[in-house]
């Protein structure tokens, strides 16, 4: 008992020294240490932070007031500045050597103003400033976002404060760069976006291609799209802001909350064009194009509105609203058979991935990071070549049912075979021809004997589906050369075109009736053609077309219905020569 007693103040003891070590750690700080070898610098919890209520307090007053209640600061630590709140920031610079320059980034292209304080060698405080609410020609730095210089003294601690005020949310960490780390960092990011906006660039030329030469309206609508979508992103990463409108303050600032909002409509009307919404449901297409002007008034009411947060209420209800209205037209689409409605479903995917993140920034879930900025762009970037690949196939597939139509009169709807007048140009053109070269050429009137017995026997649809197996036969034995249409419902006409020898035109009609009394796979044996052939020679059975098509007719009508023969043939004199063939 006094072993396990001994055993107990031992485990209590070293459980009493871990819970010190802990606490210990958890409430020690980080210490701010500028290292060029390990970049960015985050300020992390090694700054105090303070919120402002007033918004009016200078930086003499907030460095002189001793009652302030500081607390650590958090790279995840998101503030609500709206009610003109100010957050501010206290940091001490250890003593860096001064080889270097080094700048306060905050890499959020969005935020109103960052100022940053520090005391001259008199003891005064000096400060320089950035963000939305000043001209780009203000800043000590032109940048993407707000990138202020840092005081370092090799000798001493330099103590900074940073007063922000955003209007609604502000969660963006702080971060210390040097110079070389920040031209290294632009060449990258450079890179990356010049690679997304090149294919922007280059999406927008192509619809714009296909909208004229191809005459369809959707190249148009997406042309519009994919620059408002680049727009929006230029104004998020701050690449409008730096190259666009950096001078004016007011629209650098209202630009990220009214872009999206018509990139957005247009996205909507584009998908609901794609998909033929106004032809499979009006009242869909008219409640998606309402939903689309509303951007319209919307917009207005943004800009007017002093509210800040109310505009992001806004902006985020009317966000979901419309991208929910365009997936569920794509997906109601989906279902009712729409080819590319499930291409736009994986095109769309990792847009609406993106979105959320923004969505989530503005709404205050989340702080400012990588996904937050640039995950709108991998998502469209991923988007793009997809509508391009479904608007190329959409075209491509319209244009053939435009010739379709265009071709038939020319062209049976069902078997895709020329029609009868097609045939009889054709045949005009052979027998002038085959006389002027002096050559033999042949035409064959080719009937379905058995269709009747086929519809008794079996049902309307297998006789239907045996015209076309007969069709797809005929095109087998044919030559590339060879002319095959459809005369009638079960009446085919074939042109051999010349020079032919004397055993080929007596083998062409045996090889059609052969060819079609062969079973087909996955039907009975009873399921089978029984052809008649009529078979003329060109041009010495008549040079007359209709003349010929009507001696032809004539010599299949006069065939008796229980004949067993199944090629017959004219002669030069008119009369009648048959082949027998076994049915």
């Known amino acids: 008992m006094a072993w396990f007693a001994r055993g107990c103040r031992v485990w209590v003891a070293l459980l009493w020294l871990v819970t010190l070590g802990v606490a210990g750690a958890a409430s020690a700080r980080s210490t701010l240490a500028f290292d060029p070898a390990r970049q960015p610098v985050m300020l992390q919890d090694s700054g105090e932070a303070w919120v402002d209520a007033s918004g009016t307090k200078r930086v003499e007053d907030v460095a002189a007031d001793a009652g302030i209640a500081w607390h650590a600061t958090s790279d995840l630590k998101i503030y609500h500045l709206d009610g003109g709140q100010a957050l501010w920031?206290?940091?001490?610079?250890?003593?860096?050597?001064?080889?270097?320059?080094?700048?306060?980034?905050?890499?959020?292209?969005?935020?109103?103003?960052?100022?940053?304080?520090?005391?001259?060698?008199?003891?005064?405080?000096?400060?320089r400033g950035a963000g939305d609410s000043l001209p780009l020609s203000a800043w000590p730095l032109p940048h993407r976002h707000p990138l202020l210089p840092i005081v370092v003294?090799?000798?001493?601690?330099?103590?900074?404060?940073?007063?922000?005020?955003?209007?609604?949310i502000f969660g963006a960490p702080m971060q210390f760069v040097s110079d070389n780390y920040i031209m290294r960092n632009e060449q990258g990011m450079a890179l990356a976006l010049g690679v997304y906006f090149g294919l922007v660039v280059l999406a927008v030329m192509l619809s714009l291609a296909g909208a004229i030469t191809l005459k369809d309206h959707v190249y148009s609508l997406y042309a519009l799209s994919a620059v408002l979508m680049a727009l929006t992103q230029a104004t998020i990463t701050g690449l409008a802001g730096l190259h666009l409108w950096g001078e004016w303050p007011w629209w650098n600032d209202m630009a990220p909350q009214v872009l999206p909002v018509f990139a957005i409509a247009s996205l909507q009307l584009f998908l609901a064009e794609l998909v033929s919404l106004r032809e499979r449901s009006r009242l869909l297409y008219r409640l998606l194009?309402?939903?689309?002007?509303?951007?319209?008034?919307?917009?207005?009411?943004?800009?007017?509105?002093?509210?800040?947060?109310?505009?992001?209420?806004?902006?985020?209800?009317?966000?979901?609203?419309?991208?929910?209205?365009?997936?569920g037209v794509v997906v109601w689409s989906a279902l009712r058979g729409d080819r590319y409605a499930p291409w736009l479903l994986v095109g769309a995917a990792p847009v609406a991935i993106g979105a959320l993140f923004p969505v989530a920034r503005a709404a205050g879930l989340i702080p400012v990071g990588f996904w937050t900025t640039h995950g709108m762009q991998l998502a469209i970037a991923a988007e793009l070549p997809i509508?391009?690949?479904?608007?190329?196939?959409?075209?491509?597939?319209?244009?053939?049912?435009?010739?379709?139509?265009?071709?038939?009169?020319?062209?049976?709807?069902?078997?895709?075979?020329?029609?009868?007048?097609?045939?009889?140009?054709?045949?005009?053109?052979?027998?002038?021809?085959?006389?002027?070269?002096?050559?033999?050429?042949?035409?064959?009137?080719?009937?379905?004997?058995?269709?009747?017995?086929?519809?008794?026997?079996?049902?309307?649809?297998?006789?239907?589906?045996?015209?076309?197996?007969?069709?797809?036969?005929?095109?087998?034995?044919?030559?590339?050369?060879?002319?095959?249409?459809?005369?009638?419902?079960?009446?085919?006409?074939?042109?051999?075109?010349?020079?032919?020898?004397?055993?080929?035109?007596?083998?062409?009609?045996p090889r059609i009736?052969?060819?079609?009394?062969?079973?087909?796979?996955?039907h009975p044996l009873e399921w089978s053609a029984q052809v008649?052939?009529?078979?003329?020679?060109?041009?010495?059975?008549?040079?007359?077309?209709?003349?010929?098509?009507?001696?032809?007719?004539?010599?299949?009508?006069?065939?008796?219905?229980?004949?067993?023969?199944?090629?017959f043939m004219l002669s030069r004199s008119g009369g009648l020569h048959t082949v027998a063939a076994a049915i």
């Open 289 to 327: 194009m309402t939903a689309g002007l509303l951007s319209l008034p919307l917009s207005i009411y943004l800009m007017l509105t002093p509210d800040v947060m109310d505009r992001l209420r806004m902006i985020a209800v009317y966000f979901v609203a419309e991208t929910v209205a365009g997936l």
């Open 153 to 168: 003294s090799p000798q001493e601690p330099r103590v900074h404060y940073v007063r922000v005020q955003n209007g609604t």
């Open 89 to 127: 920031i206290r940091f001490t610079v250890p003593p860096t050597p001064s080889t270097e320059r080094w700048y306060l980034e905050v890499p959020y292209p969005g935020v109103d103003s960052v100022s940053l304080f520090v005391q001259n060698a008199a003891g005064a405080w000096t400060g």
């Open 513 to 522: 009736v052969a060819r079609c009394l062969m079973p087909f796979k996955g």
């Open 532 to 567: 008649r052939v009529a078979q003329a020679l060109i041009p010495m059975d008549g040079s007359d077309p209709a003349q010929l098509i009507g001696r032809l007719e004539l010599l299949l009508a006069s065939a008796p219905a229980d004949s067993r023969r199944a090629v």
């Open 387 to 509: 509508l391009l690949l479904v608007m190329v196939l959409r075209s491509q597939h319209r244009r053939e049912h435009a010739r379709r139509i265009q071709g038939l009169d020319r062209i049976d709807p069902s078997t895709g075979l020329i029609n009868a007048a097609v045939f009889h140009e054709r045949l005009v053109r052979l027998i002038a021809r085959s006389q002027r070269l002096k050559f033999r050429s042949a035409m064959l009137l080719v009937d379905i004997s058995n269709i009747d017995q086929i519809q008794r026997q079996f049902d309307p649809d297998s006789a239907r589906e045996l015209t076309l197996r007969v069709a797809g036969r005929l095109l087998s034995v044919a030559r590339e050369i060879d002319t095959v249409a459809r005369l009638s419902e079960h009446r085919f006409g074939v042109l051999l075109e010349g020079p032919l020898h004397a055993d080929e035109v007596a083998e062409a009609g």
